[in-house]
């Protein structure tokens, strides 16, 4: 359940205004075969987390001593685990906790990340040496390891556990923001705009951001697939969402000592983890090509 640093997204040509007759973002999305299958194991998810919120079915922390390790069947749609608790249940409720840790550290790392990107990358001097050099540290460390290290300095809590995704995930978005932006700035456009007399910030907000967006949203969709995984491990190694509350990674790691005898309770906590990596990784891909000028035309 660990993994090295996820690589950044691939370079993408900066996204083409709209014109009329151009079908939206959300429909050329879907008009990709790898975002429209991402799109509807997502959504799926998105579905199954939020019942979980409104309790549908079992309780996820209920425990049934004389319904331990019990197979599928009508009462527990996927079986019931040691404690006799619902596996379907607390499989929606481990998405849900997935899915919340994910937004919430990739949020954070995105407008930290890729606020710091943008600056350095239009400015320049100083500020480019000392962020570059802050994220040449954060780089030197793997990223399980710094996560690790992160959350047990933190405490537990799923908060705690998003900051330190975010903070291994921030370089990232710091080299997808700034790349992009330093060939920006030197465009005939934004040198136009020096001529006459544009105010940096008007540069900045108007003429360099929306041309490096796209690269940044596609990275939010990797990043996103990324931190599920990585909230998996860090719960799989103990130093995530504790128990009794639910966890894909904690109920992974728990069903080792009951596994093949009760097979169900590794196979739909790991299952939910893979559709979610391959789903975001799917609307990773459909983004990209959505975004890509290139790809629009034709």
Do not use: C
């Not at 700034?178 to 934004?190: D, F, M, N, Q």
């Not at 001529?195 to 949203?217: C, D, E, Q």
């Not at 969402?241 to 196979?267: E, I």
């Amino acid at each position: 359940m660990t993994q090295e640093m996820p690589p950044a997204a691939a370079a993408v040509v900066p996204a083409a205004p709209r014109t009329a007759g151009q079908p939206s973002l959300p429909r050329r999305i879907l008009a990709d075969r790898n975002g429209l299958i991402g799109v509807v194991l997502i959504g799926a998810l998105a579905l199954i987390a939020l019942a979980s919120l409104v309790h549908l079915g079992q309780d996820p922390l209920a425990q049934h001593q004389s319904g331990q390790l019990a197979g599928p069947s009508g009462a527990h749609w996927l079986g019931t685990d040691q404690f006799g608790r619902d596996i379907a249940a607390r499989v929606a409720a481990g998405i849900f906790a997935s899915l919340r840790v994910a937004l919430v550290s990739v949020a954070l790392a995105t407008v930290i990340g890729g606020l710091l990107g943008v600056l350095s990358g239009f400015a320049g001097g100083i500020l480019d040496a000392v962020v570059g050099r802050l994220t040449d540290v954060l780089f030197a460390f793997p990223a399980t390891l710094l996560a690790l290290a992160l959350v047990a300095a933190l405490g537990h809590g799923w908060f705690n556990t998003a900051v330190a995704i975010a903070v291994v995930y921030t370089p990232i978005f710091v080299r997808v923001a700034r790349g992009p932006v330093l060939t920006v700035r030197e465009s005939e456009y934004v040198r136009a705009g020096r001529v006459l007399g544009f105010s940096r910030s008007r540069l900045l907000f108007r003429h360099v951001l929306p041309n490096v967006s796209a690269p940044i949203a596609v990275q939010v969709a990797l990043a996103l697939s990324w931190a599920i995984l990585t909230e998996a491990g860090l719960s799989f190694l103990g130093l995530g969402t504790q128990p009794p509350n639910p966890s894909l990674g904690l109920m992974v790691a728990d069903s080792r000592n009951f596994f093949p005898d009760a097979w169900w309770t590794l196979l739909f906590p790991a299952l939910a983890v893979v559709v979610a990596v391959v789903g975001l990784n799917l609307i990773g891909d459909g983004l990209r090509n959505a975004l890509d000028p290139r790809t629009v035309r034709r």
